[in-house]
Antibody, heavy 120, light 107 residues
Framework: QVQLVESGGGVVQPGRSLRLSCAAS????????MHWVRQAPGKGLDWVAV????????YYGDAVKGRFTISRDNSENMVYLQMNSLRDEDTGVYYC?????????????WGQGTLVTVSS | DIQMTQSPSTLSASVGDRVTITCRAS??????LAWYQQRPGKAPKLLMY???TLEGGVSLRFSGSGSGTEFTLTISSLQPDDFATYYC?????????FGQGTKVEIK
């Protein structure tokens, strides 16, 4: 069965960095795009980034472009989100999600999320 | 960026009611639209993709329609498990964008 497990969340000061990880299992990882989606406390879903199955294309939401970097390791079935220059408004639960296909469409499986709190 | 606007933001309904949620895109997205359900404290769940294709395992109570800029999600007979927040998402263009959500509450 498809499983996505996020890790790496925690409390971090504004301006600092954090790297999230997502371990995937139960499917052929190298055939699927992968997304990060976040949700601020009490708010709606905010799309963060996608990386295509081969890792050659990445796209970002406007709020994180230039600060966050998505990457993947198809040999380890892992996807990462490097978050730099963190701001208070980056606080929220970060979900890793599998793309329905290879190239960034909708998301058919989601992890349980990891909480990131940006606070001084 | 393509803006997605859902209405209503909150909907109060009873078990057995038929409910409809609308999602409007700021420009045409053909039928590149997905719907998700999120229960409190849980991850979202894919219900529908390509506007009207039901994801495997999802109840036939759910149906979707629309193309271009206007879309609807209908629940034919509301069940207790259906009280949740629903989101639309476009995948016609980057960045992908979600609607603000529609919370379906018990009347």
């Amino acid at each position: 069965q498809v499983q996505l497990v996020e890790s790496g969340g925690g409390v971090v000061q504004p301006g600092r960095s954090l790297r999230l990880s997502c371990a995937a299992s139960g499917f052929t990882f190298s055939e699927y795009g992968m997304h990060w989606v976040r949700q601020a406390p009490g708010k709606g879903l905010d799309w963060v980034a996608v990386i295509w199955s081969d890792g050659n294309n990445q796209y970002y939401g406007d709020a994180v472009k230039g600060r966050f970097t998505i990457s993947r390791d198809n040999s380890e079935n892992m996807v990462y989100l490097q978050m730099n220059s963190l701001r208070d408004e980056d606080t929220g639960v970060y979900y890793c999600a599998r793309d329905w296909g290879a190239a960034g469409t909708n998301m058919d499986y989601w992890g349980q999320g990891t909480l990131v709190t940006v606070s001084s | 960026d393509i803006q997605m606007t859902q209405s209503p933001s909150t909907l109060s309904a009873s078990v057995g009611d038929r409910v409809t949620i609308t999602c409007r895109a700021s420009q045409s997205i053909n039928n590149w639209l997905a719907w998700y359900q999120q229960r409190p404290g849980k991850a979202p769940k894919l219900l529908m993709y390509r506007a009207s294709t039901l994801e495997g395992g999802v109840s036939l109570r759910f149906s979707g329609s629309g193309s271009g800029t206007e879309f609807t999600l209908t629940i034919s007979s509301l069940q207790p498990d259906d009280f949740a927040t629903y989101y639309c998402q476009q995948y016609h263009a980057y960045p992908r964008t979600f609607g603000q959500g529609t919370k379906v509450e018990i009347k």
